[in-house]
């Protein structure tokens, strides 16, 4: 989603989206499926907060690209390679 420029909305089960998404900023982190229902409601009636949030959630999602990852892999081991 966010590289497509949408926000994301995803339920917290512990797992690694959670990380990665910043709530109310590049999408919503919910505790129940009645959270996703309310944040989905809002973000289809609020055109402008959902635009704002999928540009956030495009930026946010470069940090990840894979020559991005490579490169800083690549850095960290240095000469280990």
């Known amino acids: 989603a966010a590289a497509s420029g949408r926000p994301s909305i995803i339920i917290d089960n512990g797992g690694g989206n959670v990380e990665i998404l910043t709530n109310a900023y590049d999408g919503y ?3 129940d499926i009645e959270e996703v229902e309310k944040n989905v ?5 609020h055109d402008e907060v959902r635009t704002k949030m999928g540009e956030d959630a495009r930026r946010m999602v470069t940090k990840y690209e894979w020559k991005k ?4 892999i690549e850095k960290e081991l240095g000469d280990g390679l």
Not at 41 to 45: A, D, H, N
């Open 41 to 45: 409601r809002f973000l289809l009636s």
């Open 69 to 72: 990852m490579i490169t800083k």
């Open 29 to 31: 982190v919910c505790e």
